[in-house]
């Protein structure tokens, strides 16, 4: 089957870390994406992760997966106001386009 | 190097009427993504296309929608009789390969909002 799901909201103090999760349902999957999206904006690749991987670090972003649980978390350290926006989940795998979740709000108060 | 390019930003249509959409991919990309955005919804993938040559089209409803990716110039999305439930945020992709192994690089959408 294909379903990705998030949780729809999340709010966070400024330098506090975020935690946003994601649980997809296709073992068969090769990569999962995180993209971010700012109003009236497009979809901004964050980073991804092969699936034989459990662990990727990108400066404040780590992506942890699990993939006996099939669970997929972006954690955004020392979060920003700059940071509000929407994250989405999406997994692929060969022969398919991108499926994805529908996206946590991010929300940063300062 | 541009990224995908989506014209136009807004459009806006009478129900019945045509939209066509177009997109610009990254230079050196070959392949094409339609996503379609509701109100508080994910992205619903589309079509994938390849120059001349449509790919999947599974998640295109099967009256008033096509696609194409010609040899030269953008990709379009049409939409032939619209209807109201057609407003939505139509986002286009493009990536170098196919998209298990090749990220996709999005362009910021054409805003379709039927009256």
């Known amino acids: 089957g294909e379903d990705v799901e998030q949780s729809l909201f999340l709010s966070v103090r400024e330098g506090d870390s975020s935690v946003i999760n994601c649980t997809y349902t296709?073992?068969?999957?090769?990569?999962l994406y995180w993209y971010k999206q700012e109003p009236g904006a497009g979809l901004q690749l964050l980073t991804y992760?092969?699936?034989?991987?459990d662990m990727k670090q990108d400066q404040r972003l780590t992506v942890l997966l699990n993939k006996k649980d099939k669970h997929l978390s972006l954690r955004i350290a020392d979060t920003q106001t700059g940071d509000s926006a929407i994250y989405f989940c999406?997994?692929?795998?060969?022969?398919?386009?991108?499926?994805f979740g529908k996206g946590t709000t991010l929300s940063v108060s300062s | 190097n541009a990224g995908v390019m989506q014209n136009p930003r807004h459009l806006v249509r009478r129900r019945g009427q045509e939209a066509r959409l177009r997109c610009s991919p990254m230079k050196g990309h070959s392949h094409v993504y339609w996503y379609r955005q509701l109100p508080e919804e994910g992205l619903k993938f589309m079509v994938y296309l390849q120059k001349e040559n449509i790919i999947d089209e599974s998640g295109m409803p099967k009256e008033r929608f096509s696609a194409e990716f010609p040899k030269e110039g953008p990709s379009i999305l049409r939409i032939q009789q619209v209807v109201r439930g057609d407003s939505a945020a139509y986002f286009c992709?493009?990536?170098?390969?196919?998209?298990?192994?090749?990220?996709?690089?999005f362009g910021n959408g054409t805003r379709l909002t039927v009256t």
């Open positions: 999406a997994e692929s795998w060969e022969g398919t386009a991108l499926i």
């Open positions: 296709d073992s068969s999957s090769t990569y």
């Open positions: 992760i092969f699936s034989n991987m």
């Open positions: 992709a493009s990536s170098p390969g196919q998209s298990f192994n090749s990220p996709l690089h």
